[in-house]
């Protein structure tokens, strides 16, 4: 079986954290997102969670030469050996230019792009209800995935919060960034025979079935 290396692209919030998330659990891979990688080192306050904040918080992109080392360093680990799910990375085509450089010299590459898109209105509605643990990370929904008491994990019991990002005023930005700079992936992945399209609209489990279809297809 070849390395799976995938890559989950989608606008801000249409639900391809989530569906991430439980992929690499069922295939055991890695689900390396570049937002959380970003989100852990403004809570250290490292020197990159610095020069990140500013973009991340007016729902900017960060610089690639910021991104793309950050991630290269990532999937040199060991544990990124029998594959990896990229979530929010290639973001730009010159993101996937670079990955495409680094895979290539290791004699790999790209198995496939799974874009996920749905109503910008869905979008902003999963966007604007969506919480986050403080202390663990885990994703829940005011409506959609709700936490057994408000504004409580239930994972690990620590308070949730909206992202700032996550802001009504902030979100119309991200898509904007989201249009220029990543939309022009799609035909970018189209074009190299990578895309798998998949319709967000619907529910978590619905989309997951198919995704995972599409993903064990690729292991054969
Ligand atoms: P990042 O954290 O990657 O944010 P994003 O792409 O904007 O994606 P989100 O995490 O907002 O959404 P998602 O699609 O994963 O949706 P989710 O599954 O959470 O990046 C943040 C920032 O970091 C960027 O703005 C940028 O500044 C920087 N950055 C990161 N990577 C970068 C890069 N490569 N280059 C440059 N800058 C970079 O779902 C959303 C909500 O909907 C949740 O509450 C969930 O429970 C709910 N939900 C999910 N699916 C469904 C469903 N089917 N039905 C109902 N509800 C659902």
Sequence with gaps: MSKLILVFLGPPGVGKGTQAARLAKDLTLPHISTGDLFRDHLKRDTPLGQKA?????????????????LVMDRIANQ?????????GFPRTVNQDLALEKALSAKGEK????????????TIVERISGRRTCRACGAMS??????????GVCDACGSETYQRVDDAA???SE???EYDAKTGPLVPHYRGKGLLREFDAGGGVDEIYAEVKAF?????D
């Design 53 to 69: 904040k500013g973009y991340m918080n007016e729902g900017k992109l960060v610089p690639d030469e910021l991104v793309v080392d």
């Design 79 to 87: 544990d990124c050996a029998a594959g990896f799910i990229l979530d």
């Design 215 to 219: 993903a064990e297809g690729l292991k």
């Design 174 to 176: 991200r898509l904007k």
């Design 141 to 150: 929904h005011v409506k959609y995935a709700p936490t057994k008491a408000a």
């Design 110 to 121: 790209v198995s496939a792009a799974l874009y996920f898109d749905a109503s910008r209105e």
């Design 169 to 171: 005023e902030k979100v």
